[in-house]
């Protein structure tokens, strides 16, 4: 194994073990801790509906017009975590990291964290708009759609950042 590999293979294990400890500090983490990622999806929801939040200390953001409230359980805080570590997994499957190893980093992290906050606005939006439209589903459906929502995006997300990682690369151990 080149040094090269192994400082891809350390900086990836480093990502893991980040995406390991936000796991272990979100047993205990409080919806007013949870503003990093709550605060942009309740923004966007604000955005898409034309409804304000109202942030509630304890309880999270209230939407009193659409009868929501996005707390602690629509963090996406595990999504976010199992889209670190797919990310970090199709990156090391790379050769070698070279001079990208910071610029993959950052991505991986922000766009974990963006594609989080999309994701999670958008299921909370189909959410939204399925009950205005007459449609409440139950808790089980609830879940239901809201897991299919975001495995489509995992899955939509992983291949896009598969097409864009250096293709050279992969080429060279062939």
């Known amino acids: 194994m080149t040094p090269d590999k192994r400082k891809t293979i350390a900086i990836g294990i480093l990502l893991l073990a980040g995406a390991f400890a936000l796991k ?3 047993r205990t983490a409080t919806v007013d801790q949870l503003g990093f990622v709550l605060t942009p999806v309740t923004t966007f929801i604000g955005l898409f509906t034309g409804t304000t ?4 200390p304890e ?3 209230l939407f009193g017009e659409l009868g929501i409230v996005v707390d602690r359980s629509c963090s996406g805080i595990n999504f976010l975590i199992i889209a670190t570590a797919t990310f970090t997994f199709l990156w090391l499957r790379r050769p070698d990291g070279g001079c990208a190893r910071p610029i993959m980093t ?9 594609l989080t906050v999309l994701a999670n606005t958008g299921r909370i939006l189909l959410m939204v708009y399925l009950d205005r439209y007459g449609l409440h589903p139950g808790p089980t459906v609830h879940e239901a759609l809201g897991a299919f929502f975001f495995l489509a995006s995992l899955l939509l997300a992983s291949l896009a950042f598969d097409r864009i990682l250096p293709r050279s690369l992969t080429a060279s151990t062939n």
Do not use: D, E, K, P
């Open 59 to 61: 309880q999270g953001h």
């Open 53 to 56: 939040g109202t942030f509630v």
């Open 24 to 26: 272990w500090w979100y």
């Open 106 to 114: 950052a991505l991986i992290v922000l766009g974990s964290w963006g």
